[in-house]
């Protein structure tokens, strides 16, 4: 063993000189991926691991003078296999930071994990289950995307002002993050002084007939579905079949491009829908518009999307505030990371969407959300950003004693308070 | 025979003992500490899911497709009446009375499904222990107030044992092992019982053990709520492993993920579900090193199809024929 | 009221599309006694095999995009029906159980191969123009058209098999097969043959499955395992091995789900599974089932 000091730890002073010998130093970072490639949200996972290894390619895996070892492992968006694949990322792989997971149910697993582990990191991938970091959070577990709720905040309000539309249907599969995303709709809408009528489906529901029958005969001014993936695809398509023609609101996994990219009579009435969530495939913003083309450049001819998709920047945001910190401080993860967590707490940088992004003391992202609508352009469905809400934090910039108090979103608790604070 | 069977089974606990101590000998700590919990203590805990199902194939010659399932509903039960997990559903109790109460659980969906199961046999018996347990599945998926629907229960970290903590690996490891010994040899107690005979002739020949005056339905029955008691223990150890559960831990991948372990190991001894779901285990854990992650199930499906094709009694049965081959003198 | 007349008809033409998937099922179980756990492995094959015939097609706008890619489904469905039969399960007649662990094997496989080679990326065909968009039915309004087609091939294949089972050869000594598989041997009839043109046909009815249904529903991973459930409980409930037991038995299931749907959403799934039960407990044989 050569006895030398790197810079950084001779000026560190002694503390670290005894915590990390010299060679540690130069030991490449490990960094664990973990994102779905199994089962139906497999194409989020992908693109989330394309948007990392675009982002590793770009600085040649090398951050605070350290190499970054990328080791990838894979779920089927299940709790306990992401629990799994996370325990073998760090206690057999020996990761110090896993970079993950995707879905919600396996963000909280993962919060959970996060709390037995010392001197390790978990910065989520893309999962957006608000109770993650709002309620019980963890200290070592780190949220650089906006969740669920956050992705609906400013719809409300245009939908009852600037559409001037007073009641809504809405659909939403019947689980944790389709509620996350209406309680966030509601809770503007509702207090404007809107009204809605809900329609659930379990997740998985494939045929919506009767429940597109009994949205096309009542009067409502709009209907806003709150389906993503596959349950959206059969939703959109069944409505088109059914000659549905109410004006479209959408949730943030709803417009986006694996949605529009998927051929399907669905295509033509998303055509002018609205919806708002942390991305679009068009932001008026020129380190978005080099982002894309250089996600273009990289992977159209390699299984990619026109533009990347939600997951893809989710992954690409959280990996960049994993990238702020180690620069922070020179890629040192001694004293069990506690400098490597202040710097990450720290951090501020923006997203690939031009979003100003910083954490909150749950250690949750405050972001900036746009409003979108589905336009034609260039030949083909692009979900184009016209209006930004900036600094959008946890509790939708509302206090936060008042937030909490009014419960988890949930189909019981679907946001809806009337205006009388 | 059955003298040789518990001498194998008890050099193997043996064995199982020592390894936690082997690995540290051979590995640097944590990856030691990895193999313990996380290939050898969760095979364990598999083992003793999959083992209810390699007890009912057996010795009455079902296979049951709900048995993950039922493993569930013990998971479930604890997590819903336990101090701690998160939402909190009911609450209330400590871990010493939830987890008994989670086995009883186990025990009577185990009777529930035998009792609906009871007038069919072979695949009839398969597509419909199957339904019910997708049925099940669905329900508890889309249940909220109960179940926390898709999300399922977390925080559900186990107990403390005597002063030691259940979240310590060898901790785990030896709660894990302890048990599954129990059950192993428990349930070779059972079927040399008056109960586990007439299970045995009920299953080569029902009429003539009928004819003797045994109620068949009722020992069908049993045998299903004696598995429903073991996969209830597997479905409790589970959970706590896991900090929790939720409805991907029994649905469709799962349930045939513990027919696969039985089946790779051998159906012929119960012993055939521990080794099947130690090497289910490590393939599923170094799938990545040995051909593709993201193609583990094609992996895993192909190892399963060529033990049906060449070897339908498993690496057990495997194992005979190559003894017989070289000459041991000790076929069974 | 025309809300209910619509459910209705919901009800019915799911029923028609689970008619088609299940009849495969219950044709392969009712003569080689075979539960095809890839049941559903065939639906999807069909499915995504159809999609990229259709899809190049459609691109140039080609009026028989949608005919090709169902054409191309359903002999690709059939052929891998035979194959399955011919190299996996034809030598091991009579282990029921272990034929069964088989399919389960290859389901498994084909449905990461897919996986693999398609991506997790939903989609779906369209219809072509004369069959898509809305028709006005009296009372009810705009419905749906291709929801009303499919009524039709459902029609078309019961008619189809009950004229092939009780009016040709092949029929009688499918069912001759049914009674007895040792006399048909006996009486010359090469009944290993006839073992593989029910698994072709049974397959390929799964293959017209899989293309009708990713018309009217989103072809995504998954699926399979869904319309192998729909199977199992339809036959479950219908009766193991008759068809006009699989045209009761879907009628019952499409119905659930749809007023479950409408009336109580969130345990509509479940709905089915509770008729499953209750059909069990007093007729374990299925509704139409010999005993």
């Keep these: ?421 | 025979m059955h003298s040789r069977v518990l001498l194998w089974s008890a050099l193997g606990l043996a064995l199982l003992l020592v390894m936690p101590w082997l690995l540290l000998q051979a590995l640097p700590q944590n990856q030691a500490q990895f193999w313990t919990a996380n290939i050898l203590g969760r095979g364990i805990v598999f083992g003793i899911i999959a083992m209810s199902l390699t007890f009912l194939a057996t010795y009455g010659g079902f296979i049951s497709l709900a048995q993950m399932m039922v493993a569930g509903v013990a998971g479930y039960t604890l997590a819903i009446f336990v101090d701690g997990a998160v939402p909190r559903i009911a609450g209330g109790l400590g871990y010493g009375l939830a987890i008994p109460l989670a086995i009883l659980a186990a025990t009577v969906m185990g009777l529930i499904v035998g009792a609906i199961a009871v007038r069919t046999r072979d695949i009839y018996l398969l597509m419909i222990t199957l339904a019910l347990a997708m049925g099940i599945f669905r329900f508890i998926e889309t249940n909220i107030a109960w179940f926390n629907g898709y999300e399922g229960i977390r925080n559900v970290v186990g107990p403390d044992v005597f002063g030691f903590d259940f979240r310590n690996a060898y901790v785990f490891y030896y709660i894990a092992l302890g048990t599954a010994g129990a059950l192993y040899f428990g349930v070779l107690y059972l079927v040399r019982t008056p109960f586990g005979l007439v299970l045995q002739g009920i299953r080569d020949n029902p009429r003539r053990v009928a004819a003797l005056g045994y109620a068949v339905g009722p020992h069908r029955i049993a045998a299903f709520g004696v598995a429903g008691f073991i996969a209830g223990c597997g479905g409790v150890l589970a959970t706590i492993y896991n900090i929790g559960i939720s409805p991907g831990s029994i649905g469709l991948g799962a349930t045939v993920n513990v027919l696969i372990m039985s089946v790779i190991g051998g159906l012929g001894h119960p012993i055939g579900a521990f080794v099947g779901s130690l090497v289910f285990t490590f393939f599923d854990t170094f799938s990545a090193s040995i051909y593709d992650r993201e193609r583990f199930n094609t992996l895993i499906g192909v190892v399963f199809l060529v033990i049906v094709l060449l070897s339908p009694d498993g690496l057990l049965g495997a194992g005979a024929r190559l003894r017989k081959m070289l000459g041991g003198r000790d076929a069974p | 009221m025309d809300l209910a007349a619509t459910i209705a008809l919901n009800g019915l033409t799911l029923a028609a599309l689970y008619f088609i998937v299940a009849s495969g099922f219950s044709l392969i179980f009712g003569l080689m006694r075979v539960v095809n756990m890839a049941h559903g492995s065939l639906y999807l094959v069909a499915a995504y095999v159809g999609y990229a015939v259709f899809e190049p097609l459609y691109d140039r706008d080609l009026w028989y995009a949608w005919y090709a890619g169902l054409a191309a489904g359903i002999v690709c469905a059939a052929i891998s029906g035979a194959l399955m039969q011919r190299l996996l399960l034809g030598w091991m007649q009579g282990q029921e159980l272990r034929q069964a662990l088989v399919t389960i094997g290859v389901s498994i496989i084909v449905a990461d191969q897919l996986l693999a080679f398609y991506g997790g990326n939903p989609r779906q065909f369209f219809a072509p123009d004369a069959i898509f968009g809305a028709t006005q039915l009296p009372g009810l309004g705009g419905y749906p058209t291709f929801r009303l087609v499919q009524i039709g091939i459902a029609v078309a294949v019961g008619v189809g098999l009950w004229l092939l089972l009780n009016r040709t050869r092949l029929g009688m000594m499918i069912r001759a097969g049914v009674d007895d598989r040792d006399m048909l041997g006996a009486c010359g009839v090469n009944v290993p043959l006839v073992g593989v043109a029910v698994f072709a046909l049974g397959a390929a009815l799964a293959g017209l499955g899989g293309v009708i249904g990713a018309t009217a529903q989103p072809l995504a991973q998954g699926v399979d395992g869904r319309f192998l459930l729909v199977s199992l409980v339809v036959v479950i409930v219908g009766g193991m091995g008759s068809v006009p037991g699989t045209a009761v038995g879907a009628i019952l299931i499409g119905l659930a789900e749809q007023i479950g749907q409408a009336i109580f959403p969130t345990y509509s799934v479940v709905l089915s599974f509770v008729i499953m039960v209750a059909v069990l407990a007093t007729r374990p044989q299925g509704i139409l089932g010999r005993a």
């Excluded at chain 1, 709720?149 to 939403?172: C, E, K, P, S, Y």
């Excluded at chain 1, 923006?350 to 979003?355: D, I, N, Q, S, V």
């Excluded at chain 1, 910083?358 to 950003?385: C, K, P, Y």
């Design chain 1, 1 to 421: 063993m050569t006895f030398s000091l790197s810079r950084r730890t001779a000026l560190m002073g002694t503390g670290a000189l005894l915590a990390t010998p010299a060679f540690a130093q130069r030991a490449p970072i490990r960094l664990g991926g973990l994102a779905t490639l199994e089962g139906p949200f497999a194409t989020g996972g992908q693109d989330g691991f394309r948007c990392v290894q675009m982002e590793l390619e770009r600085i040649n895996n090398t951050v605070g003078g350290r190499r970054i070892e990328f080791i990838r492992e894979s779920s089927n968006a299940q709790a306990d296999v992401a629990l799994a694949r996370a325990r073998k990322l760090i206690e057999q792989d020996n990761v110090d930071i896993i970079l993950g997971p995707l879905s919600g149910a396996e963000g909280i697993a993962l919060r959970d994990y996060s709390r037995t582990l010392t001197g390790k990191t978990i910065v989520n991938g893309s999962s957006g289950a608000a109770d993650t970091t709002l309620r019980n959070p963890s200290t070592n577990f780190f949220r650089f995307n906006t969740d669920g709720t956050q992705w609906m905040a400013g719809l409300g309000n245009h939908v009852f002002r600037t559409m001037g539309i007073r009641d809504v249907a809405i659909v939403a599969g019947d689980y944790a993050f389709p509620y996350a995303q209406v309680f966030g709709f509601n809770i503007e809408f509702c207090r404007a002084g809107g009204r809605t009528t809900h329609y659930w489906a379990p997740l998985g529901t494939t045929d919506f007939g009767s429940q597109i029958a009994q949205i096309n005969r009542s009067d409502v001014g709009a209907l806003v579905v709150v389906h993503g993936g596959t349950d959206g695809l059969a939703f959109m398509t069944q409505y088109a079949q059914a000659g549905g023609n109410k004006p479209l609101i959408a949730g943030s996994i709803m417009a986006d491009q694996s949605m529009l990219s998927a051929r399907g009579p669905h295509r033509r009435v998303m055509v002018g829908m609205i919806s708002s969530g942390p991305i679009a495939d068009v932001i008026d913003d020129q380190s978005w518009r080099d982002y894309v083309e250089r996600y273009r450049r990289r992977w159209l001819n390699e299984g990619g999307f026109q533009s990347p998709s939600i997951h893809g920047v989710n992954y690409a945001t959280n990996l960049a505030g994993i990238l702020t910190a180690l620069a922070a401080v020179d890629g040192d993860l001694s004293g069990n990371q506690a400098a490597f967590q202040r710097a990450l707490a720290a951090a501020r940088f923006k997203a690939p969407t031009g979003a100003d992004v910083r954490l909150d003391h749950n250690r949750q992202a405050i972001s900036d959300i746009f409003i979108n609508r589905v336009e034609e352009r260039d030949g083909r469905a692009q979900v184009v950003a016209f209006s930004r809400a900036n600094g959008i934090n946890q509790t939708l910039n509302t206090p936060e004693a008042a937030f909490l108090a009014l419960g988890s979103p949930s189909r019981d608790n679907p946001g809806c308070v009337p205006a009388a604070t």
